[in-house]
């Protein structure tokens, strides 16, 4: 038994003096340690920054609210969900699992421990942010900012929906409905059947129907809760770029 201990110890002397195995320096591991903790804060930040900002654009964007058409609007709110947005922060967990796999209190873990961990951090955190007043500040002032937060939040309030609108009820005249959406467009909403008098002033509505200049003949309305400070927030941020 000493000697196969022995013989292992010789071999491996040999190899090293041979150059067959390089004996890194105490400083390259530190370094490099450091370097991957700074690594995996960095995406970290980043994966919670997108996962909040998915989390706003999809109560800002009235998409939540999609669903009360029914299964059509269940449809549209599936298909415009920002799916590079999530599919980018998909990718980012899957890179931050291989990080973190560097660590030995990680790698000794079962995988779906560790994944279902990055997961709960990131979502938990980025939900949080989200009732923060980072992303409203980020928008009402993207025409201030550099290139990249103007094209991010550039369709926020209100992404490219054809025959799905969103605003907020300014006047009820007779049977029609004069809306504002967040682009500051006064829109003549004709709905065409009874409309329910549970509509007043100031509501937020989602308007099914064909826009034709600033004419919507409604094939649908429906009433729902907004937030009416973000609302004129928005309305400032058009003035802003006036």
């Not at 298909?79 to 699992?97: K, M, R």
């Not at 994944?115 to 709960?120: G, K, P, S, T």
């Not at 959406?181 to 989602?206: A, W």
């Amino acid at each position: 038994m000493q000697n196969n201990s022995k013989n292992i110890k010789d071999k491996i002397s040999e190899m090293i003096n041979n150059g067959d195995i390089n004996i890194k320096p105490k400083f390259y591991y530190i370094l490099k340690t450091i370097l991957l903790i700074i690594a995996t804060i960095f995406i970290f930040i980043f994966a919670i920054f997108l996962a909040s900002f998915v989390y706003f654009y999809f109560k800002i964007s009235l998409l939540w609210a999609l669903p009360i058409l029914g299964f059509a609007g269940v449809k549209a709110m599936i298909l415009y969900l920002p799916w590079v947005l999530i599919l980018i922060l998909l990718a980012i967990i899957v890179i931050l699992e291989f990080v973190a796999e560097q660590f030995s209190f990680v790698y000794k873990k079962p995988l779906l421990y560790s994944l279902f961990a990055i997961i709960i951090i990131i979502f938990i955190t980025a939900s949080l942010i989200s009732y923060g007043k980072m992303h409203e500040n980020f928008y009402i002032t993207a025409n201030n900012r550099n290139q990249l937060v103007k094209y991010l939040y550039a369709d926020v309030a209100e992404p490219k929906m054809p025959n799905i609108h969103n605003g907020r009820v300014i006047e009820i005249i007779q049977k029609d409905l004069l809306m504002e959406n967040r682009r500051g467009d006064k829109i003549l909403v004709k709905p065409l059947f009874e409309l329910k008098r549970d509509i007043v002033k100031d509501d937020f509505v989602i308007v099914v129907g064909k826009r034709i200049g600033n004419v919507i003949e409604a094939l649908d309305i429906k009433r729902v809760n907004q937030n009416s400070n973000f609302f004129d927030k928005n309305m400032m941020r058009k003035n802003i770029m006036k």
